[in-house]
């Protein structure tokens, strides 16, 4: 008997492919161009961390409700998609770190100063994460125009949160605090090149400070594109949330949108906390830790070493920031802004020092580790 | 087709198939005519519809072709003829109907017309629609040329009066598109007087005794048919090879023969009457030869008959030859051209009938002529944003969702045309009804999201019962319906949202929002040229749970080209135009591909092919760098 119906499978496999898999075969095309390379080797590995950067350079990519989609496929053999794209490798291409007069930590990158401050504002401390220190610096550029726009992410409209540009006080307001979830704001930027905007301040996460670095390595136009930005804000980064499986997953456990607010306290919390119109509620962070963007497990910066000024939380100082310095922009805006009394400055705990640089440190060894096990 | 309805005879009309067909219906005194369109069948309705401006008889569209049986059956059991028109995929619907009423019989002159669509050229299959007469035991006439459609038509409604049964007709693509001089009879007067006699019932019971009867009333045609100058035979009174043929093959046939100049050593049985099949006559020329050679369209029903009846009578006729599709002498499937025949006659006979020198010549000249073309849906189309904002919705998802498909112009979307979106097409409301299946499905863990599409003639026609069961069952379906306020597929016949009929009365047309609504189904309705927020409709309707409807409601393109047309001329900026350049990579001729944009290969460009746009400017929203321009026409 089993030898009968094993005899069949052999008949069967003799006979080759089925009509349907030899149609399929027909069906699907050679894939070598350069979104192909993008496509395999970060979206299609579920890499993307949503950093927004090929999105709105041209139609081929969308970013929609927490995720970056490729709409149609793309048949150039060089793309600048590929080339900006963060977790792309780099390979031949170095990029510029600023180098003169700077100290050079391999754990926090290149900085002229880390201080801790705290905005003077009492509607940016209401609404802003910590000391608020990013949307008054915001506030305070774009008043005093060293900027004309700024690139920052909103709250989401029924959606998840997205880039937007913000060209007033109020503007900013609306886009103080934290999200925690991807949400590809450098869609925003390119959008805002596209049509014309100049003087550009951007904030940002890690991934996306790298890939404004790349920009100006990137196709035709990539130095034109980043010489329209003047003003970088990183902020801190262990990781990014994905919006619609974490949301799915908090839906189920009867979580209402809107969003009003969302916190990860410096552990040892070990929670993350959401603000509805239901009040504040408290889940695990391991409960939420599936949700992290797999590619963010790959990155190897924390502190966002490519931005003017990086901004975090300091553990256990509430109402305060820590800001690293890196260039001379960073320096002077901070400057300027404590002498007009936008933010006060204080020095950062030596303690808290050794925290951020072991953190930072620790997050530089668990992204080599997974990219080796990955690639 | 002018002079249609004329009521003297004796004259030639320049006819078409399907307008002889019309002409004998109305020469046989048919009164009422009911049908569904479908391509190549629907002018016999059209033409039908014309005539009845001027006579008195009754012609209508109905919701579907079991439907048009059934009324068009009521016409002849109160004793008015009556004639039912459908293309192949139709008998299908009424076959149901069908199968029942032979048993019922029936009282004044009941003919169904089939137009096959051999090779599939305008239909989702090739389907062999004789195949039902057997099934149905209702005697089946093949005419070859208008003239012998006109003819057997007006014929077919005595055979159905003599024998009280259905009469099929089966006409093909060729023969209802062709246009030859017809010779026309003069008409009837129309007095149908129905009257539905309640001495008499029309029904299946008793089973078996209706069947014998059944066979009976075929009997009864077979010995009409021995004598019917339908069939007739051509050729050698000793051929050295019989062809059996029917329909437009015979046709195919006779100009094989003439022109390898066979006559004196083929002969021709040309049978009009398949079933059943005249058996004295067939007799009678099977004993001429020994070989036998069948040619028809689509599937091999003589073939096969015809075989079957020469095995019977072996004993008396002797051993035979048979060539065909079984034997591969003729393609299995596929539409019968004069150019297959002479192949097959050329390899019998040994006839070299290709002009080789000339082929030599010819062929590098016209390689290249013809350039190679898919199928498109029409500039303007609404059904490419519907497809456009599908795909974006789809892609947004990202959860490998697809389109269910349907019937219609929109079964264009398993084509780059539609964005390759449509993974299935079957039948007319089976869209709907896989979608229901695909609803219940996530108890087994399938979370795919399926998006099905349906026309509106589509939804009256066959989608309402698989709605009906998606609510029933609960099942996770999002259906749209691409309204286009048409038949535009089959040639802008109305249908029940129209608001008119076949015979252009003004009847109330069937609110379809207010239908769904009925079933507490929740329905919206989006434009499909706001390609953006109708994507996002959609995608919004994707994340919920049971039955939802969006009805994407836009004119169709040659309708509105018609009676308003199109607000914009369109033009490409050049300057702004990418091209092939990172950030667009002809992204409006590659992906969005309207054939009203062209490649202009001097400035490697895009641009507009101003001939074949008609305006309708939703380009301008896909272009990334809003390079298409819309401009107010003056």
Redesign the interface.
């Known amino acids: 008997m089993v030898s009968r119906v094993l005899r069949g499978r052999l008949l069967l496999d003799h006979i080759g492919p089925t009509y349907t898999e030899v149609l399929k075969r027909q069906m699907e095309s050679s894939a070598s161009g350069a979104q192909d390379r993008l496509i395999n080797k970060v979206i299609d590995k579920g890499l993307c961390v949503a950093c927004g950067a090929c999105v709105g350079?041209?139609?081929?990519f969308?970013y929609?409700?927490g995720?970056v989609?490729?709409?149609?496929r793309?048949?150039?053999d060089?793309?600048?998609c590929v080339e900006i794209c963060p977790l792309i490798d780099r390979g031949d291409i170095a990029l510029d770190k600023m180098t003169s007069d700077v100290m050079n930590t391999p754990e926090i990158g290149p900085y002229k100063k880390i201080i801790m401050a705290c905005s003077l504002d009492k509607e940016i401390n209401e609404k802003a994460q910590y000391g608020g220190v990013v949307s008054s610096l915001i506030t305070y550029a774009l008043g005093k125009d060293i900027i004309r726009s700024a690139i920052l992410t909103d709250a989401g409209d029924g959606y998840a949160p997205a880039g937007t540009v913000a060209r007033s006080r109020s503007d900013v307001i609306g886009c103080a605090g934290s999200r925690y979830t991807a949400s590809a704001g450098l869609e925003a930027l390119n959008m805002a090149i596209k049509t014309g905007e100049q003087k550009l301040g951007i904030v940002g996460l890690p991934c996306q400070m790298e890939a404004l670095t790349r920009m100006r390595h990137m196709?035709?136009d990539g130095e034109n594109r980043a010489n329209s930005i003047v003003l970088k804000i990183g902020l801190f980064c262990t990781w990014a949330l994905d919006y619609r499986s974490l949301f799915a997953d908090l839906r189920n456990r009867g979580l209402r949108e809107p969003i009003l607010k969302c916190d990860i306290p410096p552990p040892p919390a070990g929670v993350f906390q959401i603000c509805t119109r239901d009040g504040w509620r408290e889940f695990p962070l391991n409960d939420i830790r599936p949700f992290i963007k797999k590619g963010c497990s790959l990155c190897q910066d924390m502190t966002a070493e490519w931005s003017d000024i990086s901004v975090g939380a300091i553990e256990g100082i509430d109402e305060w920031n820590t800001v690293v310095l890196r260039t001379d922009l960073g320096l002077r805006l901070m400057e300027q802004a404590t002498e007009d009394g936008v933010v006060k400055v204080d020095d950062l705990p030596k303690k808290n020092l050794m925290h951020l640089a072991e953190a930072s440190f620790n997050k530089k060894e668990r992204g080599r580790l997974t990219r080796g096990e990955i690639r | 087709m002018k002079g249609i309805s004329q009521r003297s005879g004796d004259i030639h009309l320049l006819l078409q198939g399907n307008e002889a067909i019309a002409r004998g219906a109305l020469e046989a005194g048919v009164v009422f005519c009911a049908g569904y369109p479908g391509n190549p069948s629907s002018e016999i309705i059209e033409t039908l519809a014309e005539a009845a401006r001027d006579l008195p008889i009754y012609v209508e569209w109905s919701v579907n072709e079991k439907v048009a049986v059934e009324a068009a059956t009521a016409a002849s059991f109160t004793g008015c003829r009556a004639i039912v028109v459908m293309k192949q995929n139709g008998i299908n619907v009424a076959l149901d109907f069908l199968t029942n009423l032979t048993l019922s019989g029936t009282r004044a002159g009941l003919v169904l017309v089939t137009c096959d669509d051999p090779s599939g050229i305008s239909s989702t299959n090739e389907e062999d629609a004789r195949i039902f007469a057997r099934i149905i035991d209702a005697p089946l006439l093949e005419p070859t040329t208008p003239q012998e459609a006109l003819v057997m038509t007006t014929w077919a409604f005595e055979l159905s009066e003599k024998i009280e049964n259905i009469v099929m007709i089966r006409s093909v693509s060729r023969l209802s598109h062709t246009r030859t001089r017809v010779l026309i009879n003069e008409l009837p007067s129309f007095d149908p007087r129905p009257h539905f006699d309640t001495g008499l019932s029309f029904h299946t019971f008793p089973v078996v005794a209706k069947h014998k009867m059944r066979h009976e009333k075929l009997d009864l045609a077979r010995v009409l048919f021995e004598k019917s100058s339908f069939n007739h035979y051509e050729g050698a009174v000793r051929p050295e090879l019989l062809i059996v043929s029917s329909g437009c093959a015979w046709t195919y046939v006779t100009e094989a023969v003439d022109i390898l100049e066979l006559s004196d050593r083929v002969g021709t049985l040309k049978l009009g009457t398949t079933w059943p099949l005249p058996k004295g006559f067939l007799k009678k020329h099977l004993a001429k030869c020994d070989r036998v050679l069948f040619v028809e369209d689509v599937d091999p029903f003589l073939e096969d008959n015809v075989k079957s009846f020469g095995a019977d009578i072996c004993m008396e006729i002797g051993p035979k030859e048979y060539m065909g599709k079984a034997s591969g002498h003729t393609p299995s499937c596929g539409e019968q051209t004069p150019a297959s025949i002479l192949r097959v006659l050329g390899r019998l006979f040994s006839v070299d009938w290709q002009d080789h020198a000339f082929m030599d010549k010819v062929s590098p000249i016209v390689k290249d002529i013809a350039p190679p073309r898919e199928f498109g849906l029409c500039p303007g189309c609404p059904h490419r944003g519907s497809y456009y904002a599908i795909?974006?919705a789809l892609?947004?998802d990202?959860r490998d969702g697809f389109v269910s498909g349907d019937i219609g112009c929109y079964t264009m979307g398993i084509w780059p045309t539609g964005?390759n979106q449509v993974k299935s097409v079957h039948a007319m409301g089976s869209g709907l009804g896989l979608a229901s299946g695909y609803g219940k499905l996530d108890r087994f863990g399938f979370h795919q999201p399926v998006v099905t599409v349906c026309g509106d003639s589509t939804f009256f026609h066959a989608a309402i019962p698989a709605l009906i069961n998606a609510k029933f069952n609960g099942a996770d379906v999002l259906l749209l319906i691409l309204d286009n306020s048409a038949t535009a597929m089959t040639g802008f016949q109305p249908h029940p949202g129209t608001g008119k009929t076949a015979m252009g009365t003004k009847t109330d047309p069937v609110d379809m929002e207010a239908l769904c609504r009925s079933l507490k189904v929740d329905v919206e309705v989006a434009d499909p040229y706001d390609m953006l927020s109708t994507a996002k409709i959609i995608?919004r309707n994707m994340q919920q749970k049971g039955p939802r409807v969006l009805i994407l409601r836009r004119k169709c393109a040659l309708v509105e080209g018609r009676e308003r047309g199109f607000p914009y001329k369109m033009r490409v900026d050049q300057d702004l135009c990418l091209g092939?350049e990172?950030?667009?990579?002809r992204?409006c001729l590659?992906?969005f591909r309207c054939p009203g944009l062209v490649w202009d290969k001097h400035a490697q460009k895009a641009k507009i092919d101003g001939v074949i746009c008609v305006g309708c400017g939703i380009c301008s929203d896909?272009c990334?760098q809003r390079a298409i321009l819309r401009e107010e026409r003056e």
Do not use: N, Q, V
Not at chain 2, 582 to 585: I, L, S, W, Y
């Open positions: 350079l041209c139609p081929y969308h929609f409700d995720k989609l490729a709409m149609a793309c048949s150039r060089t793309g600048r196709g035709s | 795909k974006t892609a947004w990202d964005f995608y092939e990172c950030g667009c990579d992204y590659r992906i896909i990334p």
